[in-house]
């Protein structure tokens, strides 16, 4: 229930509308985000982004290192899609480089990536419901489904969060032997703990009551303001990059592409619960088409790369949008430039937008459903 | 010590000493109670949400709210310097002593309370609605803007379900002839009130939800939005009194409430009987304090699964639906308590008839007002499938 702004109410005596300071520490800004919203009674007149608290130079510190010790700085960057970030950056690197990842590694880096899409956005769903008020259900729900996929992680790459696992030319080191078998297992537990999630917050009533009709977002705003991603796609626009510019080996997956109709905080939820259920449907494709044996680095990997003179711009489906590098290399050992195009700072900027005319706790919700990653924004 | 137990259970004394002995009995109760109601919580919302709960204090964390006590007794009292030191400091005891008058009135076995007043009920909501106060106070004393707008709701929030609150009592009492909470248990020795009065066993209980601020009605603390409402700014033993004495002394006194007024005491469903002599009052309090720890629980179960309404949805409900509907059956229960004099058995048939239609005329008006689209249409084909394992 959208109250337009420019509605005036007849008061017999001077009021001033209240600014509130939401952030940087504070529990729906899932990170250091601040925003400073102006209301009047309960009504939201304005908002005013600050942003900036998480800013590392990722961008510029990997401009000083070569080009796979600069992994690390993607995870860091896409902290809950790690392995899709560095998908992008190792494609972007072999591009210019002129590497071909073997088969095996291909299919290991997709099952990788696709999991990892599950499992933001079960870490979506948890925060979401935790949002609109939840006492930490849904939150424990979801991070059951997300601590099966982090233990698989943690199995292949060595690490819970921080993998740089992928590398130009292929992934790190081999996978552990039974890894079909933990994925097929993973896969299952993530369909149960979707259909969970499913039962607890779609059918109720007061979950409709808070998500429908709020924070719209037509699909020509959507454009113009480069929104991208489930975003993008529950505003009705059936826009996915694995399937339009199909990058690494999309082309060979049969998978769906959830849209919304609305475009409001409900479907954005709806498209990331459908998107978890065709990630899965991907994994279990890619499963049975993985080869069991072959490399998975090229024969002849260069010790160090040094790609020739040159630009690349590489996108991928981040599970938050359109996830960019541009890196230009001088034919050194390091980018001469490197810069990330994330999807949490456009989606972020429609934030007024789609909040202005709603009550503070809108604000709130219409916040998580954007699902930001802070440290993507700032980078 | 027997003896002492025997002056206040059965002969006479010194009207004073013995008011001041209940009282002791009363708050040593009450804080146990509290004490075990918030263990209860962490271990039952544990649960629900597939976790253990407290496991490392004591053996399966049964001493976790001790240490929790010791820990917040223990902690630097903070206070804004900004802040109004008179209201800031009384705001929590404002919040907190209500609930604890209403503890006064309450017969936990016959026969057995601080005062007997004949209008304990009416003195019951009259007395809780000062709470609001401490909720504004704090608000307006801490100097924050959450604690402000968590006031303002607060006081909108609160006020506006007293009413729903009082007219759920009001038809309760019209139907027992008496406000006093003693004649209400006794009268129910067949029929509990919640069989004859569904419909404002179901207000009661709603209400009940918003006046503590319990989910899906905590608006005033908000959490995620926010962080604590009026209350941000407390920490250490003015919070505690806050959380643990007000909010669980609270929930135990309203469930007590409704354990005496809707589900029969502890007359239901032995009637008045004579079993141990005058070790009766064992199952009394036995039956009583069962019959609120399952409204507790009930409370916990809500508030363990439901998202929080949004403050505009939180007061069309009240106005637009309990309250019609609590006025209704005030007058539907005096047009049937007038009119039909024939027998008790009629008398209770027609109020439950009346009652149980009041019921599902307001499911029926709530589904209308909250009504949305059919799942395929809202969620749309596409996403609509539930994976196939």
Known sequence: MAIDPETQVEREFETQDLFVNIGPQHPATHGVFRMVIEVDGEVVRDVVPHIGYMHRGGEKLSEHMDYRQAIGYQDRTEYLSQFNAELCYVLAVEKLAGLAPPERAEYIRIILTELNRVSSHFMFLGAFGTDLGVFGTSFTYAFREREHILDLFEEV??????????????????????FKERVEWVCKQALIGADDMDKLLTDNEIFIARTRNIGKLSIEDAIDYGVTGPMLRASGMKFDLRRDEPYSIYDRFDFDIPVGTNGDCYDRYLVRLAEIRESIRIVRQAVAQMPDEGPILPERMPRMLRPAAGEVYMRCEDPRGEY????????????????????SFCNLSALKHMTVGHFVADAVTILGATDIVLCSVDR | MALLLWGIFGVDMNVWLDAFLRLQIVVIVMT??????????????????MRLGPMRTGPYGTLQSI??????????????????????????YVTFVPV?????????????????LQLGLFYIVAISGVTVIGYLMAGWASDNKYALLGAVRSAAQLISYEL????????????????????????????????????????????????????????????????GGPWVEYSGIRWSIIFALTEY??????????????????????????????????????????????????????????????????????????????????IINGIVL??????????????????????????????LATRQPSREERVGAALAARSAQ
């Not at chain 2, 146990?32 to 949400?49: A, D, H, P, S, W």
């Not at chain 2, 240490?67 to 929590?92: M, N």
């Open chain 2, 32 to 49: 146990v109670t509290v004490m075990g109601l918030i263990y209860i919580e962490r271990k039952f919302v544990g649960r629900i949400q």
């Open chain 2, 338 to 367: 007038t009119y039909v004099e024939d027998s008790e058995t009629a008398r209770d048939i027609v109020l439950f008839l009346t009652s149980g239609a009041l019921v599902v005329a307001m499911a029926y008006v709530i589904y």
């Open chain 2, 164 to 227: 729903p609150l009082v007219l759920g009592v009001l038809a309760v009492s019209m139907v027992a002839g008496s406000l006093n909470l003693n004649d209400i248990v006794i009268q129910q020795d067949t029929v509990p009130n919640l069989v004859l009065q569904p419909l404002p066993f179901l207000i009661l209980l709603t209400a009940v939800l918003a006046e503590l601020s319990r989910r899906p009605f905590d608006i005033p603390i908000g959490e995620s939005e926010l962080v």
């Open chain 1, 324 to 343: 960019g590098l541009y890196i230009v290399s001088k034919g050194a050992t390091q980018p001469y430039r490197c810069r990330i195009r994330s999807p």
């Open chain 2, 67 to 92: 240490a929790d006590a010791l820990k917040l007794l223990t902690k630097e009292d903070i206070r804004p310097a900004t802040a109004d030191f008179w209201l800031f400091e009384l705001a929590p």
């Open chain 2, 100 to 116: 604890f008058m209403t503890l006064l009135v309450l017969p936990f076995m016959e026969g057995w309370f601080v005062r007997d």
């Open chain 1, 157 to 178: 790459s060595g690490d819970r969060l921080m993998y740089a696992y992928f590398r130009p030319g292929g992934v790190a080191w081999d996978v552990p032997r039974d």
């Open chain 2, 249 to 330: 002394a609270g929930l135990w006194a309203f469930s007590i409430i409704g354990a005496l007024v809707f589900l029969g005491g502890w007359e239901w469903p032995f009637g008045t009987r004579d079993f141990w002599g005058d070790f009766d009052f064992v199952y009394q309090l036995v039956l009583v304090f069962s019959k609120s720890f399952l409204l507790i629980l009930t409370m916990m179960w809500i508030s363990a699964t439901f998202p929080r309404l949004r403050i505009d949805q939180l007061m069309a409900f009240c106005w637009k639906i309990l309250l019609p509907f609590g006025f209704l059956q005030v």
